[in-house]
């Protein structure tokens, strides 16, 4: 409030005209609580993006196997000399202790009952399955799952009509110098 004394002077009463300060204070402590919880949501969620990121991630690169595609060359003959050519290429890959078999399949494959494929499929599976260590994945089209368990829930009765003796791999060196 302003006055005037008795001297003539103009003067201000402070305590008239200050404003609680309090709810100002208040509203920017909110304010800057919420940037900060906004900043710390944004990295969490980048850091759970990139964490993301690396699980989706291979942790090795797949690396091709010509060893195991030329030992395996003999599974297939059983299977092409009753149904003709069946698979127009294949290819062995491997990526830690993941053994993957690509199969392309011809036009004769489609046209084979579900049962002859999955009995032609499991006989590569298991040809694989004797020559790498670790597990076997086979990639074929219309898509067909093993692994050890389902082999043996696989009700064929023991038929595996190319059944084939172990495939052994030629001893290789083992150090850079042999």
Do not use: C
């Not at 309090?22 to 609580?33: G, S, W």
């Not at 202790?97 to 199969?103: A, F, N, S």
């Not at 368990?149 to 009700?155: A, K, P, V, Y």
């Amino acid at each position: 409030m302003i006055y005037v004394t008795s001297l003539g002077l103009l003067q201000v009463d402070a305590a008239a005209h200050r404003t609680p300060t309090t709810p100002m204070f208040a509203l920017a402590l909110v304010a800057a609580a919420a940037i900060i919880l906004a900043a710390i949501f944004i990295a969490e969620s980048a850091r759970l993006r990139k964490v993301q990121k690396l699980r989706a991630t291979p942790r090795s690169k797949a690396r091709r196997q010509p060893q195991l595609e030329e030992a395996i060359r003999a599974a297939f003959d059983g299977p092409n000399e009753k149904h003709g050519e069946i698979f127009l290429s294949y290819s062995v890959w491997k990526r830690e202790q993941e053994t993957r078999l690509e199969l392309l399949a011809a036009d004769p494959f489609g046209r084979l009952n579900e049962f002859t494929r999955s009995l032609i499929v499991r006989h590569l599976w298991r040809a694989l399955e004797g020559l790498s260590a670790g597990s076997v994945v086979m990639v074929d089209n219309p898509p067909q799952t093993w692994s050890v368990t389902i082999d043996r829930s696989f009700h064929d009765h023991g038929i595996d009509p190319w059944r084939l003796p172990a495939i052994t791999l030629a001893p290789a060196p083992q150090f850079v110098n042999d």
